[in-house]
């Protein structure tokens, strides 16, 4: 039978660009146009390119279908095509292409190809598509275009004032639950106005949002700080209104091929059945803190999908395109300024492209024999792109952003919160499981002249100096975002995520210690680097060369200043931090070897307050 064709356009005000992140969102878009979840064929075997199996239930009958990947320019246009192996249709296919239009909105044209297997069903088709899903999918767009003249995204639909598809129902006794989480919140953040509207959120928004809320993400939509919406979602948790998880994702499509409930439970060894490589797990980008609500106030189905891989599930992905052998495509996306990474799923070879508003305007893309045929170089922002696939089998093109999502909470950064180690010092790895963490900044302080303290003034009152001298390096540490990993003696091992975090903590630190009756002087050293996280004493830990080396600093340190290394001194954000204030400051560089790093000479760097 033939192809039944129709096409639906809408006159939207807001731009493509603020349209893209809800009307791409494809599995949004599904549930919130009364599709009916799709699940994947059990037992199946994975097909190449991220194909999958699906079945999805409609009036009454199982539809089993080959979902093809689904292709995107980004912000412009996506679709899909889907390949029906039980049921009433053979095939579907849908485009949906955003124009801008000249006064700044967008011309939405959204059409659908559908070739029934049955004679009756060619004849309903045409109801269906033309007073079910054009009716539908209109109500669905303005609303997404309501959303998108605010700047807004799913987290703020309750707000706005936008209905859902199906009511929320709260589980027995939730409505309960949820005044007194309220009380306990207000009581533990002081901040009102956002535990309303996370209440709101768990109470109002569909079950997609709700079931992996993004700190980050949330934050962005609201305007607000994102530590404040991570250290609220933290108390949350501990008041019972949120769960949290560590989702595992994929280097390659980012997306969450696992879940933990407990840092314990995180494994290594993970496997992407739609890029079809094992990877392992590291705390740095594969880990993600995700919550939803917990049961006893709402119950959400986990793992509900009503469409896969839909553009927005994979963000960082500005252009996806499927050629056959032989084919040739030209594509032209809109790109922000940065690096982007050019390659296909199958071919060996990868560049790396530097978008600019200087950049060449017309590049090529070559799949040849085995290999794809591209060079590093600088492209304009908005660049003609031919795609070539000169080899024997189709080939799957992809153009990413370099650089992960910063909309992600990696455990990386959860772990160095003060906030995070104090709710939940029970969150840690296995005994003798080691995770890469990244890039982290360790400092260690020592009291000088404790000792004499001690002997001086006796062992209670000195043991009273010493207990609030470490509030005050608990404080100004809090206050930066980092946290106090462990206290030795009257010592403290604290981490942050940036040099300068750790700089201005201890540069007050050492201020406010030089105020108290007696005055104390605080020895400090600072370095960044790699490190690993593991369990001693119950507790999350650090290990590393970098850990060693800022012990060795801190032991150089005088007390009227604190030491760094070279790579804290020449990180871009301490450079500026010190050249703007550079009369409050006094630095001089020195050299010398470390003891337990063989004959290595390093340059140092001792900062005064002046």
């Known amino acids: 039978m033939k192809d039944y064709h129709t096409q639906w356009t809408w006159q939207l005000e807001a731009t493509p660009e603020d349209l893209w992140p809800l009307v791409a969102d494809t599995n949004h878009f599904d549930q919130d146009t009364g599709m009916n979840p799709v699940t994947a ?49 053979k095939q579907m296919r849908v485009l949906a292409e955003l124009t801008p239009r000249a006064d700044g909105g967008t011309v939405l044209t959204y059409q659908v190809w559908a070739r029934p297997r049955y004679f009756l069903t060619g004849l309903i088709l045409p109801l269906v598509l033309q007073q079910v899903w054009q009716r539908e999918f209109g109500k669905v767009f303005r609303q997404y275009d309501l959303l998108a003249q605010r700047g807004q995204t799913f987290y703020a639909r309750p707000e706005a004032g936008l209905m859902l598809p199906t009511p929320v129902t709260l589980a027995p006794g939730g409505r309960e639950r949820l005044k007194e989480a309220q009380r306990e919140l207000q009581r533990l953040t002081g901040q009102p106005e956002l535990v309303d509207r996370l209440l709101r959120l768990v109470a109002e928004a569909d079950d997609l949002t709700v079931n992996k809320i993004r700190p980050y993400a949330l934050a962005d939509a609201w305007g607000a700080p994102r530590r404040q919406v991570l250290e609220l979602a933290l108390y949350a948790t501990r008041a019972g209104l949120l769960d949290f998880r560590w989702d595992l994702l994929c280097p390659m499509c980012r997306t969450a091929k696992g879940t933990a409930h407990s840092l314990a439970d995180t494994t290594r060894e993970v496997h992407c059945d739609a890029c079809q490589i094992d990877y392992r797990a590291d705390f740095e980008r594969s880990v993600e803190l995700t919550f939803r609500p917990n049961p006893s106030i709402r119950v959400v189905e986990e793992g509900m999908e009503f469409c896969y891989a839909g553009p927005v599930a994979a963000p960082h992905v500005l252009v996806q395109q499927v050629l056959a052998p032989g084919e040739e495509r030209t594509v032209r996306p809109r790109l922000d300024p940065g690096y982007y990474q050019v390659e296909t799923l199958a071919l060996t070879g990868h560049a790396i492209w530097h978008a600019t508003a200087e950049g060449q305007t017309d590049v090529t893309l070559v799949g040849e024999g085995e290999n794809l045929r591209v060079q590093d170089q600088t492209i304009a922002l908005q660049p003609l792109i031919h795609l070539q696939n000169h080899t024997d089998t189709e080939q799957l093109f992809i153009i990413e952003r370099s650089s992960w999502s910063d909309e992600a909470t990696t455990a990386a950064e959860v772990i160095v919160l003060q906030r995070f180690r104090d709710l939940f010092s029970q969150e840690a790895l296995r005994p003798g499981e080691q995770i890469f963490v990244g890039t982290q900044t360790i400092v260690f302080t020592d009291l000088r002249g404790s000792t004499q303290l001690y002997r001086t003034i006796g062992d209670a009152p000195a043991f009273g100096i010493v207990m609030d001298h470490f509030a005050v390096l608990r404080q100004t540490i809090d206050e930066e975002g980092g946290s106090i990993v462990k206290t030795i003696g009257d010592a403290v091992m604290a981490v942050f995520r940036q040099p300068a975090a750790a700089l201005r903590a201890m540069l007050i630190t050492q201020k406010r210690l030089a105020q108290t009756n007696p005055p104390l002087t605080l020895k400090v050293g600072i370095h960044t680097g790699p490190c690993i996280t593991v369990t001693l004493n119950d507790r999350l830990d650090f290990f590393g060369s970098t850990v060693n080396m800022a012990a060795r600093l801190q032991s150089l340190s005088l007390g009227d200043d604190l030491v760094c290394s070279q790579t804290v001194y020449q990180d871009p954000e301490v450079f500026s931090l010190l050249s703007a204030q550079a009369e409050l400051f006094t630095t001089q560089s020195f050299e010398t070897s470390l003891k337990g790093f063989a004959d290595d000479c390093f340059t140092l760097w001792r900062l005064r307050q002046t």
């Open 41 to 89: 064929v059990s037992g199946a075997e994975p097909l190449p390119h991220g194909r999958k199996r699906l079945r999805v239930k409609l009036s009454g009958f199982w539809l089993e279908f080959v979902q093809e990947p689904f292709e995107w320019i980004s912000p412009y246009r996506f679709g899909v095509v889907r390949h029906f192996t039980r049921g009433p249709l």
